[in-house]
Nanobody
């Protein structure tokens, strides 16, 4: 599956952004989908994931209550709604697909190209 992330940008602290990740391929609905983020000099870190059915969602503690992951299998798209953004959310955000539930980047075989999110204070 090929992934294309979009929706990043510059926003003030307290603002919102919605990231989208469009997938190509017939088996999108069979994948767990995740969002990760990375800042210079640091490893790519888990942000959120969603099961193939959208029944289960998972978040890293720092974004709980502020970010919401969702998916539309009919549109082959996964979303990350980010509210109440903080400067520490600044990073390149990547979407990824995995055949199993995981918070580890190594478990995700397919990656999008990344989209920059910058939150100013």
């Amino acid at each position: 599956v090929q992934l294309q992330a979009s929706g990043g940008g510059l926003v003030q602290a307290g603002g919102s952004l919605r990231l989208s990740c469009a997938a190509s391929g017939r088996t999108f609905s069979g994948y767990y989908m995740g969002w990760f983020r990375q800042t210079p000099g640091k490893e790519r870190g888990f942000v959120a994931a969603i099961s193939w059915s959208a029944y289960s969602t998972y978040y890293t503690d720092s974004v709980k209550g502020r970010f919401t992951i969702s998916r539309d299998n009919a549109k082959n798209t996964v979303y990350l709604q980010m509210n109440n953004l903080k400067p520490e959310d600044t990073a390149v955000y990547f979407c990824a697909a995995s055949v199993s539930r995981s918070r580890d980047a190594i478990s995700y075989a397919h990656w999008g190209q990344g989209t920059q999110v910058t939150v100013s204070s």
